[in-house]
């Protein structure tokens, strides 16, 4: 004897073994139908099934599964609201993105003028210790370097 799907458990029915429902219905999740069933009943469904191919049917009852159960958790939005606060997220994550992007910018643009005003008071150093060496020389004979 063939054990009957969730769908025919639950609609006090025989499951014949060419039952639209028992590959996407297994009969140890009879919660997965209920679902399914209160949400868009079992002759939408398997009308749905029967017009899809077979390769399709299996992903289509996930969906199915997924957006029926979104509706009972939000019985206004569904899903939809699932997809919005999704959205949401992802905008939220972008702005924080700008947001960082914007500041490691800044602090690279500070942290360049400083390393230039690093770089610019290490030649005046510089320039000032040559000027000690070569003060002796005179005015005239000291080496320009083009700086002042």
């Known amino acids: 004897m063939n054990t009957r799907c969730a769908a025919c458990k639950y609609l006090r029915k025989r499951c014949p073994s060419d039952c639209i429902f028992s590959p996407y219905f297994p009969p140890h999740d009879p919660q997965r139908f209920a679902s399914v069933h209160r949400i868009y009943g079992a002759s939408n469904v398997a009308r749905m099934l029967q017009q899809l191919p077979v390769n399709q049917r299996a992903a289509t009852v996930d969906c199915l599964y997924y957006e029926a159960q979104c509706r009972v958790q939000d019985p206004v939005c569904g899903c939809v609201g699932v997809i919005s606060l999704l959205y949401q997220q992802i905008h939220n994550a972008e702005t924080e993105l700008a947001k960082t992007k914007a500041q490691i910018a800044l602090f690279?643009?500070?942290?360049?003028?400083?390393?230039?005003?690093?770089?610019?008071?290490?030649?005046n150093i510089l320039l000032h210790e040559e000027g000690d060496e070569f003060a002796h020389l005179g005015p005239s004979n000291q080496v320009s370097f083009g700086f002042t």
Do not use: G, K, Q, T
């Open 108 to 123: 690279v643009d500070s942290n360049s003028a400083r390393e230039d005003l690093e770089v610019e008071s290490d030649l």
